[in-house]
């Protein structure tokens, strides 16, 4: 099975605090993949690529950040379940002024909801959160300058400044990320046994009835399934919820990415069979054969520019099609103008 623990360095230590799908990971999938998102962002040094991804588990410090950078979906922080997350807090702030939400090693702070530590919330988490709740959302930080993950104050102060530049969305009015334990406005739920079990019923129908969809919790079994990565998923439900244009096209504009190709592209189909997600296809009839992308499906490893043996493709940042969710023709030839390319 594909999906796994990350390997570990120490022997009889406990469960890894971070999963891979090893399927997943660009440079596991093409050698000559460069991506180093993981390593780079890693401040202990725990994590190395050499024919496996690695973390020395008496590194590691369960800050997460390596999740929340990696853009194939490859990491993901084990027994984190978002959207179980969402659900909760999108129940609670029915109840409450504000929800509240903390890491799960600071078992004095009371919150509505315990995560892993939340340098696991890219960019694409604090949109969706912004987007889908109707009232503020309380990080609870108070406790995280005392913390050996210190550092992930910063990288959450980092991100939301950037979701607040990139996109217009006054993230900053929903998303709170409080330091001091005096800034958080927690207010507890109370509920009898009757209205506790009918907030989890409520709860586990949100994700069976069309929460999550079938794509979003199945598990890939092969280097050869395409799926589409998790954060991708999350900004493609933001999308399709957004009444703003303008929020919608400043989104497009900063995490969503083009295929282009050059003329000398014969549709040979080898960045179809590389690409993870479904974001290349081929459509061929007698006469002509057209390479289709769908940006919507694409978060920009570039394994289909590593592949391509003609130095064809390139990827860059931003949306430039007519129609984000579906496939367009980025390239076409002709059968004759293909063979030729071929026999050359």
């Known amino acids: 099975m594909l999906t796994d623990k990350i390997i570990t360095k120490t022997l009889g230590g406990a469960d ?3 999963a891979a799908d090893r399927s997943r990971c660009g440079r596991m999938r093409f050698s000559r993949n460069t991506c180093s998102h993981c390593t780079a962002i890693c401040d202990a040094a725990a994590i190395s690529i050499d024919g496996a991804i690695i973390i020395d588990a008496a590194k590691c410090t369960g800050c997460m950040l390596c999740v929340s950078e990696c853009p194939s979906g490859c990491l993901s922080a084990a027994g984190e379940d978002f959207d179980l997350l969402l659900a909760k807090l999108r129940k609670t702030e029915k109840s409450v002024p504000s929800c509240v939400v903390s890491c799960k090693t600071a078992r004095d702070r009371s919150a509505h909801a315990k995560t892993s530590c939340l340098g696991f919330l890219s960019e694409e988490h604090l949109m969706v959160l912004a987007g889908s709740l109707d009232k503020p959302l309380y990080l ?13 104050i910063d990288k959450l102060r980092e991100r ?7 996109t217009g969305i006054n993230i900053r009015e929903k998303i709170i990320l409080a330091e001091d334990a005096g800034a958080l406005a927690f207010e507890d739920v109370s509920l009898d046994r009757r209205g506790f079990f009918q907030a989890l019923k409520a709860a586990t129908f949100m994700q ?4 999550l969809d079938e794509q979003e919790v199945k598990t890939p079994a092969s280097y050869g399934e395409k799926k589409v990565t998790a954060k991708r998923q ?4 933001l999308l399709k919820s957004l009444s703003d244009g303008k929020a919608a096209t400043a989104i497009l504009n900063s995490y969503a990415f083009t295929v ?8 040979c189909s080898a960045c179809v069979g590389m690409c993870p997600t479904g974001a290349l296809q081929v459509r061929k ?3 002509s054969a057209e390479l289709l992308f769908n940006s919507s499906l694409c978060h920009g490893c570039s394994l289909c520019k590593d592949i391509c043996p003609a130095a064809a493709v390139a990827v860059t940042s931003g949306f430039n099609g007519k129609n984000y969710f579906e496939h367009e023709i980025c390239h076409a030839v002709n059968s004759a103008s293909r063979d030729a390319v071929n026999k050359n």
């Open 160 to 166: 939301v400044r950037n979701v607040q530049a990139n």
């Open 260 to 267: 282009k190709t050059g003329s000398s592209c014969t549709v």
């Open 140 to 152: 609870d930080l108070s406790a995280c300058g005392a913390c050996r993950n210190s550092f992930i």
């Open 16 to 18: 890894s605090l971070v």
């Open 285 to 287: 009839d007698a006469n």
């Open 208 to 211: 069976v009835a069309g929460f």
């Open 234 to 237: 999350l900004l493609n439900r």
